[in-house]
């Protein structure tokens, strides 16, 4: 079964997603990791980003390997590098590409594949995996997003503006959203969990219950077992 959660920057898709698939001992996947370790390879191969097929060499030829929680780049594991404002800031060059997003998604799906899953980002509903048993668009008001990313800044000894919270989360949104190809957008078939005013726990439950209702209406919609010729009341 996938179960996708997608959304804007700040929702708080990553640790729903990661306790999500814990609650169901299901996979996880990350997408954002996998454009950011691209772009963090990008950068350090001194690729011009203005070079798009330049980048899509590149994003062909490169070793990205993906092990349920950690991202590494031919070998190296990147998966705290990948979280530096200046990968941050140069990601919409490789994620706007359509081949570079049609390598990654091609990825998504092979690591997908024959398994139970949560896969996180911004198009795993909408294109990535748009058979998806369970579609989950996670968002929050702008506001309320920059609140939770101003106290996890706080928290972590970084104060920071409001306003200049917000104006960044502005922009990446508008990125996100204007892209061609793979643009933030919640399936026709998604369930939208507006999370204004919710603590993570509630979120949490949210999803799991959605989960839930998606797997008994599988099960009411599954082909019948053929009887059991073993019981009594056969016509034998
Ligand atoms: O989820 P995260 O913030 O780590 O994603 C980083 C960036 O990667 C996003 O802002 C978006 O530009 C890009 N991304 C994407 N498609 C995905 C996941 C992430 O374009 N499925």
Request: hydrophobic share 35%; glycine share 6%.
């Amino acid at each position: 079964m996938i179960v996708t959660i997608d959304g804007p920057a700040g929702a708080g898709k990553s640790s729903i997603a990661k306790r999500v698939a814990q609650r169901l001992g299901f996979e996880f996947l990350d997408t954002g990791a996998l454009y950011r370790a691209v772009t963090l390879g990008a950068i350090r191969a001194q690729i011009d980003f203005q070079d798009v097929d330049a980048l899509v060499q590149y994003a062909k030829q490169v070793n990205l390997r993906w092990d349920g929680q950690r991202v590494f780049l031919n070998g190296d594991d990147v998966s705290d590098e990948i979280r530096s404002p200046t990968v941050t800031d140069a990601i919409r060059f490789v994620a706007d590409v359509p081949e570079v997003r049609h390598q990654l998604s091609r990825l998504q799906r092979e690591i997908a594949v024959g398994r139970d899953i949560v896969t996180e980002g911004r198009d795993q509903g909408s294109e990535v995996f748009p058979r998806a048993e369970c579609k989950i668009f996670l968002t929050a008001s702008a506001q309320e997003r920059a609140r939770r990313r101003q106290k996890q800044l706080a928290d972590a000894g970084r104060p920071m503006q409001i306003e200049q919270i917000l104006r960044a989360q502005e922009r990446r949104d508008e990125e996100d959203r204007s892209r061609p190809v793979g643009a933030l957008r919640p399936a026709d078939d998604a369930r939208v969990i507006q999370s204004d005013g919710m603590t993570s726990e509630q979120v949490l439950e949210d999803a799991l219950r959605i989960v839930e209702e998606v797997r008994r209406r599988d099960e009411r919609h599954a082909p019948r077992q053929p009887a059991d010729t073993n019981s009594t009341g056969g016509d034998s």
